[in-house]
């Protein structure tokens, strides 16, 4: 049993299985449908994590006969969820053909529209949009906006160009304007090595180093001035673990004060602006195993409102329905699991 009363919570980071190529072929045109068949292009084979892998999976989780039917049995049900978010981490991230990404893209959405939101009133998803076609990523933005039922803009932690560059300002506009809050969603598009040193041989190299992508985001977005501009934005780390943001915190805020005349428009300590516009998903949870030492660690952040409840399901990275962390001061329970989630998402209750 969970060690929280989860009832009426909303889980921040659900995956569906990732659609394949046969799964989007409804949603897609007659030329696009010539295209990813000609070409043999599946989604799913450019992702770099291995989904159908046991270590993917907790026992009993796989994916077989209906992934709706399983999730409601195993999620959403016994923990007595009021929602939860999908959040499809596709290959279109990496395609280098900016038409093509933004076709899957859109029949993504369709597909999760389609398949899952119809299905299940609790249900909401993160909008799938290509990055590397920013003026198609606002088309989609635009023609999604008016379902409610997406809530989030998804992206990677490791992408093409640090994400504060002004290249990527008209979609945080109209992301802004719809309520939408910016998803950075652990994983690379693979146009860089995976690491500040290059390319490295295990999985868990990639496991450590996933941290350094999210700091490297949420510097970028701070120092290029992303949330002057666009002060109502959110962004929400996903799967980024919690312990490594208190370092940033008090790392970047030192040496602002120092360089700061470089980026006269970041007005506030950096440590600042994280606690307005940064949130953090809770598994999978890297903290301390001495529940004291947990308690702390969340201390540093010095609030109460950044973290937000996720199960990461299918993801193994608790036993049982343990979803939340042995530590957690019981006092924030009831924001983690609810009360943030709904301040970070307004268009959840739409």
Same mark, same amino acid.
């Given at each position: 049993?969970?060690? !929280? ?6 889980? $921040? ?31 799913? =084979? ?19 006969? &209906? ?37 899957? $893209? ?9 398949? +899952? ?9 993160? #909008? ?47 992301? =802004?304007? %719809? ?5 950075? %969603?652990?994983?690379?598009? !693979? ?52 312990? +490594? ?6 790392? #970047?805020?030192?040496? +602002? ?10 007005? &506030? ?7 307005? %516009? ?21 201390? %540093? ?16 990275? !608790? ?6 962390? =042995? ?20 268009? !959840?209750?739409?």
């Amino acid at each position: 049993m969970a060690r !929280f009363e989860t009832a009426g919570a909303i889980d $921040c980071d659900v995956h569906p299985p990732t659609p394949r190529r046969a799964d989007l072929i409804p949603y897609l045109d007659d030329y696009w449908q010539e295209i990813v068949t000609s070409r043999e292009v599946d989604a799913l =084979e450019l992702m770099g994590y291995p989904e159908r892998t046991r270590p993917y999976m907790r026992p009993g989780w796989e994916w077989t006969g &209906d992934p709706l039917a399983q999730m409601q049995k195993n999620l959403l049900d016994p923990l007595g969820l009021e929602g939860a978010i999908l959040n499809v981490v596709s290959g279109a991230h990496a395609l280098f053909d900016p038409y093509l990404a933004a076709a899957i $893209c859109r029949a993504t959405n369709d597909w999760l529209a389609d398949k +899952w939101l119809s299905r299940d009133n609790r249900l909401r998803a993160s #909008m799938l949009v290509p990055f590397q076609n920013v003026e198609a990523a606002v088309e989609e933005i635009e023609r999604r906006a008016g379902d409610k039922r997406f809530v989030q803009v998804l992206t990677l932690a490791m992408t093409e160009l640090p994400l504060g560059r002004r290249t990527y300002w008209p979609i945080y506009e109209a992301a =802004e304007k %719809h309520g939408l809050p910016i998803g950075i %969603h652990a994983g690379s598009n !693979f146009r860089h090595a995976p690491s500040h040193s290059g390319f490295h041989s295990f999985l868990i190299e990639d496991h450590v180093v996933q941290p350094q992508g999210f700091s490297t985001q949420v510097a970028s977005l701070i120092s290029e001035g992303v949330f002057v501009k666009y002060p109502k934005l959110k962004a929400v780390m996903i799967e980024s673990g919690v312990t +490594w943001m208190p370092a940033l915190m008090w790392r #970047m805020s030192k040496d +602002w004060r120092g360089t700061r005349i470089e980026v006269p428009w970041v007005k &506030d300590a950096p440590a600042d602006i994280i606690r307005r %516009h940064i949130r953090m998903t809770s598994q999978p949870f890297d903290g301390p195993d001495d529940v004291e030492d947990v308690a702390k660690t969340l201390d %540093h952040l010095l609030s109460d409102d950044m973290l937000l409840f996720s199960s990461d399901y299918p993801h193994w990275h !608790f036993e049982g329905l343990d979803v939340l962390p =042995e530590g957690l001061p019981e006092a924030r329970v009831n924001k983690i699991l609810r009360d943030n989630v709904l301040a970070t998402y307004p268009r !959840f209750g739409g």
